[in-house]
C-alpha cells in the first residue's frame, strides 16, 4: 500500500514539476543556488556530489563553475551498466568529460572522466521529487541514492534543493530512509534537526 501511494506521489510531482514555467525554472533555481552558496560549509566544500537537472529540476549547472573555480573536487553520479539501482562516482573537471546517459540524464562518460572508487564528499547535493519538514525524500523509484549512501565511509552533509511545492508536511519512509540535514528552497533554508 505504501509503494502504491509513494508512486501516486511520484507521478503528480513529476507532473508538476514538469509543467513549472521555464523563467520560474530559472528564477527559483537562481535564488535556491543563492541560498545554497550563502552557507559557508557549502559554498568553501573542498569537495561536493551533485547531480545534473534534467525535466524542470532545480537547475545545478552554474554551481559546477563555481567549484571548480574553487578547484573544490567535483563528482557527478553516473548509472552503472546493466546494474540497474547501482551508481558511481566519478570526478568531473569540465563539461568535455559529460555526454548522454541513463533515463536520459547528462552524466559523466567513463572514459573521460575519472572513477572515484571511495568518494568522500563534503556535501552532496541531492535530487527528488520531494522533501519533507522530516528532511526525508522522495526519490524517483530507482532506489540509487538508497544503495550508494550506506557505501560511504564518512557523513557528508546531506542537503535538498526543493521548489516550494516539492516540501511537503510528511512522506511515507521506508527503514532504510535517510534524512536530509538542510532543505534549501528558493524562500528559504529549513535547517532538520537530526536524532543521533
Not at 60 to 70: I, S
Not at 133 to 139: A, E, K, N, S, T
Amino acid at each position: 500500500m505504501q509503494e502504491s501511494s509513494k508512486n501516486l506521489l511520484r507521478i503528480a510531482l513529476r507532473k508538476r514539476r514538469q509543467d513549472l514555467p521555464l523563467n520560474l525554472v530559472q528564477e527559483d533555481s537562481a535564488r535556491i543556488r543563492a541560498n545554497l552558496l550563502s552557507l559557508e560549509r557549502i559554498r568553501l566544500a573542498s569537495s561536493v556530489m551533485l547531480y545534473l537537472p534534467a525535466r524542470g529540476e532545480v537547475d545545478t549547472w552554474p554551481l559546477l563553475d563555481h567549484f571548480w573555480a574553487r578547484g573544490s573536487e567535483v563528482l557527478l553520479p553516473g548509472c552503472r551498466d546493466n546494474a540497474p539501482g547501482i551508481m558511481d562516482a566519478y570526478c568531473v573537471t569540465s563539461r568535455e568529460e559529460l555526454g548522454p546517459g541513463c533515463f536520459g540524464l547528462i552524466e559523466p562518460q567513463a572514459e573521460r572522466a575519472r572513477l572515484v572508487p571511495s568518494p568522500e564528499p563534503e556535501v552532496i547535493i541531492l535530487p527528488a521529487l520531494a522533501f519533507d519538514r522530516r528532511g526525508y525524500r522522495l526519490g524517483f523509484g530507482g532506489g540509487y541514492y538508497d544503495r550508494f549512501l550506506p557505501t560511504l565511509g564518512h557523513a557528508p552533509l546531506l542537503v535538498g534543493p526543493a521548489y516550494a511545492f516539492q516540501v511537503l508536511d510528511s512522506i511515507p519512509v521506508e527503514p532504510w530512509d535517510r534524512p536530509v540535514e538542510m532543505i534549501v528552497t528558493p524562500e528559504s533554508i529549513l535547517h532538520i534537526p537530526m536524532e543521533r
